[in-house]
């Protein structure tokens, strides 16, 4: 079975520029979070769904950044205008409720690099 | 205050030893306790979850869990220099963390020396 997929792996864009983060959670999962990592601050989370319906979004740091869910398959997370102070990697993890011993599972993790 | 707090490290420990990963939390809501290794440059993954007061066990690893001092530890028998990873303690406030987030602490980079 596929585990969470994101894209693009590795970014490098300009200060100013839109950014746009890809996720693709494992099928069947009800949960889709997304977390921010840097070495100052640890994993953050940024925003998480459930059943495509954000839930809690009060980690995103400002009105920059935004994420959808459109479907149980696909979520985003965007960055307008993107600044230097983003760079960091960002995962998307997803679960599934109602196991208990609930593991989150996290993608690979999108590299950005903003110049 | 940060909801979960660990020492940075590095821990450095020779292999065979027993290393020894400490963590605290804030808020005493918490019902749900987990261990994630993370390897350079990969994502975190969970080695073990942890409810109840007291030790589990799973191979070499060993969680133990004390709510009343609001503590959680893990301990690795016979340290591998595979074992060589930044661990990171996370907690939830659903039981069983059925549903709901999970908040990390900065993790602690272990070095597990030949």
């Known amino acids: 079975d596929a585990g969470v997929i994101q894209s693009p792996r590795h970014e490098v864009t300009e200060m100013g520029q839109e950014v746009t983060l890809r996720c693709k959670p494992i099928?069947?999962?009800?949960?889709l979070f997304w977390y921010r990592q840097t070495m100052m601050r640890g994993l953050e989370l940024l925003i998480y769904?459930?059943?495509?319906?954000?839930?809690?979004d009060s980690g995103m740091p400002e009105d920059r950044f935004s994420a959808k869910m459109p479907n149980a398959s696909f979520s985003t997370l965007k960055i307008q205008p993107s600044e230097p102070r983003d760079s960091a990697v960002y995962f998307c993890?997803?679960?599934?409720?109602?196991?208990?011993?609930?593991?989150?599972?996290f993608g690979e993790g999108s590299w950005l690099t903003v110049v | 205050q940060k909801e979960v707090e660990q020492n940075s490290g590095p821990l450095s420990v020779p292999e065979g030893a027993i290393a020894s990963l400490n963590c605290t939390y804030s808020?005493?809501?918490?019902?749900?306790f987990f261990w994630y290794r993370q390897y350079s440059g990969k994502s975190p993954e969970l080695i073990m979850f942890?409810?109840?007061?007291g030790d589990k066990e799973d191979g070499r690893f060993t969680a133990q869990l004390n709510k009343a001092s609001q503590y959680v530890s893990l301990l690795i028998r016979d340290s591998q220099p595979s074992d060589s990873a930044t661990y990171l303690c996370?907690?939830?406030?659903?039981?069983?963390?059925?549903?709901?987030?999970?908040?990390f602490g900065q993790g602690t980079e272990l070095s597990v020396k030949p």
């Open positions: 099928s069947g999962h009800d949960y």
């Open positions: 993890a997803s679960s599934f409720s109602l196991r208990t011993g609930n593991t989150i599972y």
């Open positions: 942890i409810y109840s007061n």
């Open positions: 769904f459930n059943n495509n319906v954000p839930i809690d």
């Open positions: 808020d005493r809501g918490s019902q749900s």
């Open positions: 996370a907690v939830s406030f659903m039981i069983y963390n059925q549903g709901g987030k999970l908040i």
